[in-house]
Structure formats: C-alpha cells, structure tokens
C-alpha cells in the first residue's frame, strides 16, 4: 500500500516500500511556496524527483532529510529503489521555447508511478516504451507552459495507465497563469478523494482508467 500526498502544483510525495521490509519517500518537483503563491510544503523524505530546473519545480531544499537529489535522465538505483528518468521536451517545439524535461518512473509497493513534470508534448512511440507500463500517471492539464486538457487527455490514452492524476493547474492562491482543472475531467470517469492524501493499494487498482483529483489544502 503507497501513500501519495498533493503539495499543489507538481510537488507530490509518495511513500511506500522498494522491497518488503523497507519503507521509504519520494518527493516529486518540489516548490517553495512563497514563489508560486502556495503554503510551503512539510515534508520529509529520501529521496528527491527533480523533472527540469524552473523555480516552480526545483527547491529540494524544503524536503527534510533527503539523501539523494535526482534532476537529469538516466537509471538510478538508491538503495533498493530504482528509478528511470526519460528525456522529453518542455514544449512541442524540440524544447526551443522552455528547454529540456524528464518523465520519472518508480515502483513501490508493486505499484508502478510515473510523473510527468512539465511535459510540453504527447509521447512519440520510442518514448512509450521507454516509459513502459503504468499504474498511476501524474500529468499536467492546465496548458500554457505544459500540455492543455486535449494533450492530457491524449498522453493518458498512450500510457493507459490504472489512475491519472491531473495537476499543474489554477488553484486558489497560485500566480502561475494556467488553465482549470475542468476541461481535463469532460467525458471522463472523475473519483474526488476529498483530501490531499490518498493510499492506494496494488489489487485495488480500477481495471478501466480512472481520474482520481486531490484536493489541495491551503
């Protein structure tokens, strides 16, 4: 059973175990708050998921306890947890416009996560390999300076994973410009979690991919 929590934006934390015996946290692109409008994430963990440089993204100092910072593509073994970063574009223009990016995919308690950071594009089929099989996708929505809903929408049916999870989208507070949630969710099968903090389990993962929205606390 892994324990994902939302930090708003791209920061997310997910806790379980690399191998049976061993727990661990992984903390994904995390902000510093104050930068981006939102409440400075609390939190402690191993391990640091750094997907490209931009100050939204990139402030590992706030995570307590970290051991290891991983910012660039390539395959990664800390310990017992393994991780494989996969090199994408900030844009659909080769990365002129806002550089490089890395798609993050790790496996806890059986469950296979992928975080997409700022994805500019959709996946071309060298990349869909790359990536593999996913149960659970973290992938932006809210456009402007990653993909918009229809771009979303098309990254999730060429990954199928078991769950999406949208972010990088308008939230209360926040001075990044980009789009709603809402279109994202149009036509889809949407289970709110009510919180910030959801634990998912490997055998109860749904069969047909399901949109699971946390709920940011200010």
């Known amino acids: 059973m892994a324990k994902v929590t939302w930090f708003g934006h791209a920061c997310w934390l997910v806790e379980g175990s690399p ?12 902000h510093d708050g104050v930068s981006i409008g939102l409440k400075k994430p609390e939190v402690t963990a191993e391990i640091v998921l750094v997907s490209h440089s931009h100050f939204d993204h990139n402030h590992p100092e706030v995570v307590k306890g970290y051991k290891k910072v991983i910012d660039k593509p390539g395959s990664y073994n800390v310990g017992n947890f393994h991780v494989k970063g996969v090199p994408v574009k900030h844009d659909d223009k080769g990365g002129s416009l806002r550089g490089d990016n890395t798609v993050f995919v790790f496996e806890l308690d059986g469950i296979k996560f992928c975080h997409t950071g700022d994805l500019g594009h959709t996946f071309t089929e060298e990349q869909i390999e790359k990536i593999g099989k996913v149960n659970v996708l973290f992938v932006p929505v809210g456009g402007v300076y990653t993909v918009d809903a229809e771009s979303a929408t098309i990254v999730t049916e060429q990954l199928k994973p078991n769950i999406v999870v949208p972010m990088h989208y308008k939230l209360p507070g926040l001075t990044v410009g980009i789009g709603s949630l809402e279109p994202f969710l149009e036509g889809k ?14 055998n109860d993962l749904p069969e047909e991919t399901e949109v699971l929205v946390f709920e940011y606390t200010p």
């Open 189 to 202: 099968k949407v289970k709110k979690a009510g919180s910030n903090t959801v634990t998912i389990t490997k």
């Open 19 to 30: 191998v049976e015996g061993e727990t661990l946290g992984v903390v994904i692109d995390p």
